[in-house]
């Protein structure tokens, strides 16, 4: 009987050590470099804060960009563009990679996001990616969803994805929480689209700024002395000497 893949290494499982270094280290850098675009297209528009439909928008077109660019120093990046699509589908070593922001806040339940508008087309385009392999390891979705579990509007640009081509077994999730203000909390797991509009999170991995597990601890420079600061000239130099002891009173 096959042993079951192990359910902590489905990034192992997926890409090569370097390849899965890189995507922890890059990954976070360019949705951060989202964030700043997003959020300076927000401001330029509402100064006050108010309509942050101008910053989800700005953002999902800006997650995908950054991440695409980032995602092209790899070998394995290709990308597919399906007939009727608005833009491309992102690939790396076979893999969709899906950018999603899920809102404002990180539901509390990390392991699915409701999609409000998904098409048909769309639904067909999931399904057939959906990481369904990973499935049988979890237990977590026989539940029904709790009343609480929040429903996220999703971009339709952001569910572009290739049917006909794109084989199961094939979805992974980047997905993440963002104000104008920053980045909240970022993911990435692999995905299977279900019933109800549920896109589903098996075994969601943590995503961090500069990831301890792939980047090395760089130590600070040495800041150059301001010549004019405070206490940064030569000190003098006094040669140092003996105190003498007192001398006892004559007398």
Request: aromatic share 8%.
């Amino acid at each position: 009987m096959a042993e079951a893949e192990d359910p902590r290494s489905w990034i192992e499982n997926e890409f090569t050590p370097d390849i899965a270094a890189y995507m922890r280290r890059e990954l976070p850098q360019a949705l951060i470099r989202a964030q700043r675009q997003a959020s300076n297209a927000h401001d330029g528009f509402d100064p006050e804060g108010i309509e942050l439909y101008v910053y989800g928008t700005a953002m999902s077109r800006a997650d995908y960009d950054q991440i695409r660019s980032c995602l092209a120093s790899l070998d394995t990046f290709s990308v597919v563009r399906p007939e009727g699509a608005k833009r491309d589908v992102l690939l790396v070593n076979g893999k969709v990679i899906l950018p999603l922001r899920v809102g404002t806040k990180m539901p509390k339940r990390i392991d699915q996001v409701r999609l409000k508008r998904v098409s048909p087309y769309r639904q067909g385009l999931l399904t057939a990616t959906s990481m369904k392999k990973y499935d049988h390891v979890f237990e977590m979705f026989k539940d029904e969803p709790a009343d609480e579990d929040v429903e996220h509007n999703v971009e339709e640009g952001e569910l572009d994805f290739l049917k006909s081509a794109a084989a199961r077994n094939s979805l992974i999730a980047i997905y993440y929480s963002s104000t104008p203000s920053g980045l909240g909390s970022m993911f990435w797991a692999p995905a299977i689209f279900g019933e109800k509009n549920y896109l589903r999170f098996t075994d969601p991995r943590r995503l961090t700024i500069d990831d301890p597990s792939t980047t090395p601890l760089a130590r600070p420079k040495p800041m150059p002395a301001d010549p004019d600061a405070f206490g940064a000239g030569e000190r003098p130099q006094t040669p140092a000497r003996l105190r003498k002891p007192p001398q006892p009173a004559e007398g």
